[in-house]
């Protein structure tokens, strides 16, 4: 043993040994415990209204392994029954209907269906309002059942019908604000075929011709002023079991001290220097030359 630890040993001790510490209750007493037990049992409560009030709404929502009410998620998409009602724009691929039953579309003010590109610029626009119905699109296209032919097209250039007949049933006609460009213009069965311009000229024009036919009725060509018919490098043929022309002037003699021709009802028909018609008297000879007068004023 050495020496520090023979005088330790050898020192009385003065350490203390610990007394017994006073003893306290452990847990909760009194008004802690009542406030515990208060709001456990308001935890529990809450926790029952929420589930109760989870299935109403679950109950009254019918909501289901595939969907909510008339909300079906198929496989093919979502599928809504009943009366859909949308408050802010739907972004779809494809709607349609059930084979039974027909796509309604309905709004208080208009129906806007718009198309856009990818880089969400607008390419065509549909909208039917209370008034008028408006389609904005690079080319219009009205195609038939089957999808093959093309009954009416529009765009910047021209505008396509192509159905074998069009038909206007308006009391009015139809009015052209420019020239019209078609290969055959034909009336209904039993009714006149009309070509009227009220204020200013009509006018037919073709490179091959232009062929009027009257199969049962007559052909009549009516004017105000003159009616001038002329061909610059053909002739005109008139072809007719009868032709006749009303109202030529009848030729007076160029000398009043001339011959006189007693009243009858065989003329000669002659021809001023101008083109002008008129009758003279039939003669043993041409009388043309003696009841020349009326070329005077023509």
Not at 167 to 172: A, F, I, L, S
Not at 176 to 192: K, L, M, N
Not at 206 to 217: L, Q, R, S, W
Request: net charge negative.
């Amino acid at each position: 043993m050495t020496q520090e630890q023979y005088m330790l040993a050898a020192q009385p001790s003065q350490l203390q040994r610990p007394t017994c510490a006073q003893a306290y209750p452990v847990g909760i007493y009194g008004w802690r415990k009542r406030c515990l037990y208060f709001f456990v049992l308001l935890l529990l409560v809450t926790m029952i209204v929420n589930l109760a009030l989870t299935i109403w709404i679950l109950k009254v929502m019918n909501f289901t392994v595939d969907g909510m009410g008339d909300l079906r998620i198929t496989k093919e998409g979502v599928r809504l029954e009943g009366v859909s009602e949308f408050l802010l724009p739907l972004y779809v691929k494809e709607i349609q209907s059930r084979k039974d039953s027909s796509l309604v579309l309905q709004s208080d003010r208009n129906v806007t269906v718009n198309a856009r590109n990818d880089l969400g610029q607008l390419t065509g626009q549909l909208t039917v309002g209370s008034e008028r119905v408006e389609a904005q699109c690079k080319r219009f296209e009205v195609r038939s059942s089957d999808g093959e032919n093309v009954l009416f097209s529009a765009d910047e250039e021209e505008i396509s019908i192509g159905v074998e007949k069009l038909r206007v049933t308006g009391t009015e006609g139809v009015v052209f604000g420019h020239s019209v460009e078609t290969p055959h213009i034909r009336a209904e069965p039993f009714q006149d075929l009309r070509l009227e311009s009220p204020t200013r000229t009509l006018t037919m024009e073709a490179p091959k011709g232009v062929e009027i036919n009257a199969d049962v009725g007559d052909l009549k060509a009516s004017c105000r002023k003159d009616l001038l018919v002329q061909s610059t490098e053909g002739e005109i043929f008139l072809n007719a079991n009868t032709i006749r022309l009303g109202n030529i002037p009848h030729g007076t003699p160029a000398n009043p001290l001339g011959p006189t021709y007693p009243k009858q009802t065989v003329y000669e028909l002659c021809v001023c220097s101008s083109g002008k018609l008129y009758l003279s008297p039939a003669g043993t000879g041409s009388t043309c030359q003696t009841t020349s007068n009326v070329c005077l004023w023509s």
